[in-house]
């Protein structure tokens, strides 16, 4: 159920292939295919208090076809999206977002079971040091 509220979340991260939060590491691998502005993404996910079986679930090791960030305008599975990086103060902060609007999945539209609407995916300040 979607509780409509703001969760901050900090972590290190790593260029982009390393990502360590509070409860997790997360490794990833990038690349681009072509000049399509898609990415072909390798990832690993592991709840640090199950680093001891790390090669057993609930580790999960996934690939995906994504678009680079700050790709600007484009279609996903579920609707349309817009990736952009928004504001830069100087060289080492960036704001960036992403939103998308979501269509029905199937027709008649089911207007209470459909995931219709505005979503904001992520909103971030980015700190280079």
């Known amino acids: ?72 305008l484009h279609l996903a599975p579920t609707g349309v999206e817009f990736d952009e990086r928004l504001v830069r103060f100087g060289t080492r902060l960036s704001a960036r977002a992403a939103v998308g609007l979501t269509f029905p999945r199937s027709l008649p539209v089911d207007w209470e079971n459909d995931d219709i609407g505005f979503k904001i995916h992520r909103l971030s300040l980015r700190s280079v040091w």
Do not use: C
Not at 6 to 14: E, G, N, Y
Not at 33 to 49: E, P
Not at 55 to 65: F, N, S, T, V
């Open 1 to 72: 159920m979607d509780s409509a509220r703001l969760l901050p979340v900090a972590r290190l991260k790593i260029r982009d292939m390393v990502s360590i939060k509070p409860n997790g590491v997360k490794l990833s691998l990038g690349v681009p295919l072509g000049s399509t502005g898609m990415t072909a993404k390798l990832r690993y996910d592991l709840q640090l208090r199950h680093i001891g079986s790390f090669w057993k679930p609930p580790a999960r090791l996934g690939i995906r076809i994504e678009s680079a960030p700050g790709s600007g």
